[in-house]
């Protein structure tokens, strides 16, 4: 049983930054996907960023460039480094893993954290 436990969401002014963070238990892979979807209210849940085991990468196009996937395998734990945030970035961020490869749909992926909400004004 697959658990995934974040941290690190909050309020921000546009321009700043926010750190979320991801530590999963539970799996038995050693080669699998991690990453994050957000949702706003009246849209589905979408992309923001994968990595796999080896370190592909990837990004939601509205991300441009200004935020950074990292996995520490040590720790089982995924971060989201995000710089100048704007207000389009606020949402519920949530964590997600799959065993072996990353898709960019969300009906992918069938284990998900409990979500930490990230609000930019």
């Known amino acids: 049983h697959v658990q995934l436990v974040e941290s690190g969401g909050g309020s921000v002014q546009a321009g700043g930054s926010l750190t979320l963070s991801c530590k999963v238990s539970?799996?038995?892979?050693?080669?699998?996907?991690m990453g994050w979807f957000r949702q706003v209210p009246g849209k589905g849940r979408a992309e923001v960023a994968t990595?796999?085991?080896?370190?592909?990468?990837s990004f939601g196009y509205f991300v441009e460039g200004r935020f950074t996937i990292s996995l520490d395998s040590a720790e089982n734990t995924v971060y989201l480094q995000m710089n100048n945030l704007k207000p389009t970035d606020s949402g519920m961020y949530y964590c997600?893993?799959?065993?072996?490869?990353?898709?960019?749909?969300?009906?992918?992926?069938?284990?998900w954290g409990q979500g930490t909400q990230v609000t930019v004004s």
């Open positions: 997600v893993w799959r065993d072996y490869l990353c898709y960019p749909g969300a009906e992918e992926y069938k284990d």
């Open positions: 539970g799996y038995e892979y050693s080669s699998l996907c």
């Open positions: 990595i796999r085991a080896h370190g592909m990468t």
